[in-house]
């Protein structure tokens, strides 16, 4: 079976990291709890930014927060290697910027996940997706953000959330765990 899979809060913890980066930067100290309330995709609301200045803030913490010790979430590399090992085929499709694909493919690779350099995709905007997604005629795939998934309403492949704060009012079926996989495959 081929498997496509999103990166950022899909297989790693990338907001939570960014979030405590944000604590560190802006030298506070925000509860995780409130980190675990947000319901937009940025994270800047938590710290009293409006959205240009929080946008600013990303993208000066962009490399930090892409290339440092973001954790995978729990059991992600070794499902991910576990499909590999079975003879699936796994295919990544992010949006992150086209100037950081090769540097995220490396990342990958290093932190353990399964990467084939052909069946990496990255630089294309959220609802760009959809066309990669249909041309690699995918089987499952997995992302977390509603503008994405919202998107895949009219494709044959088996389209998986994976849970976040934010994305609670899409009605589609959920992932809350990367060791949940093996049931849904049944």
């Not at 319901?39 to 240009?52: C, L, N």
């Not at 990303?58 to 499909?83: H, K, M, N, V």
């Not at 950081?100 to 399964?114: D, H, I, L, S, V």
């Amino acid at each position: 079976m081929k498997f496509g899979f999103d990166i950022d809060d899909t297989l790693i913890n990338l907001r939570e990291h960014a979030f405590h980066l944000y604590n560190k930067k802006l030298n506070q100290n925000i509860a995780l709890e409130v980190f675990h309330e947000l319901k937009t995709v940025e994270i800047h609301e938590a710290f009293g930014m409006e959205k240009e200045a929080g946008n600013a803030m990303w993208i000066s913490l962009l490399e930090e927060i892409y290339f440092t010790d973001c954790p995978a979430f729990e059991g992600a590399i070794r499902t991910l290697q576990q499909l590999k090992i079975d003879g699936h085929e796994i295919f990544y499709i992010t949006s992150r910027p086209k100037k950081y694909c090769m540097q995220t493919r490396e990342w990958m690779k290093a932190q353990g996940f399964p990467v084939e350099d052909e069946h990496f995709f990255c630089g294309m905007q959220d609802d760009e997706k959809i066309a990669t997604i249909n041309d690699l005629e995918l089987d499952y795939y997995f992302d977390d953000k509603p503008a994405v998934l919202e998107t895949l309403n009219d494709v044959t492949t088996k389209v998986y959330i994976m849970n976040q704060s934010y994305n609670q009012h899409v009605n589609l079926p959920r992932l809350y765990q990367w060791s949940e996989l093996k049931e849904i495959m049944k």
